[in-house]
């Protein structure tokens, strides 16, 4: 059983700051690519920012570069998304998301619960 908690969303204004994590539990034995992403029309998820397992230069959604930083923690299993600079269009419900292997050969994606970020003018 393996389970994603989110915490740190929030109101705020616009310029201001906000950190989200997403803890994982449970049975695991290796995460992988991690990431966050968020609700757009027609109830589809957009990635906002992406880690792969493999290290190297995270990816972002155009709209947040520059103001958005994930960033991970492998040894407490936690992925941050430290969101600055934050503006209305920001407003959302923002989802982790973690590539876990529970098992042996066996692996697969595990979501957060969500949690809302509202910027106000």
């Known amino acids: 059983q393996v389970q994603l908690v989110e915490s740190g969303g929030g109101s705020v204004q616009a310029g201001g700051s906000l950190r989200l994590s997403c803890a994982a539990s449970?049975?695991?034995?290796?995460?992988?690519?991690v990431g966050w992403y968020r609700q757009i029309p027609g109830n589809q998820r957009e990635l906002v920012a992406l880690?792969?397992?493999?290290?190297?230069?995270?990816t972002y959604a155009n709209s947040v570069k520059g103001r958005f930083t994930i960033s991970r923690d492998n040894a407490k299993n936690i992925v941050y998304l430290q969101m600055n600079d934050l503006k209305v269009e920001d407003t959302n419900v923002y989802y982790c998301?973690?590539?876990?292997?529970?098992?042996?050969?066996?692996?697969?994606?595990?979501w957060g619960q969500g949690t809302q970020v509202t910027v106000t003018a």
């Open positions: 998301l973690m590539n876990i292997q529970y098992q042996i050969g066996e692996r697969r994606d595990f």
């Open positions: 449970g049975n695991i034995l290796n995460i992988n690519d």
């Open positions: 880690i792969i397992s493999g290290g190297g230069t995270p």
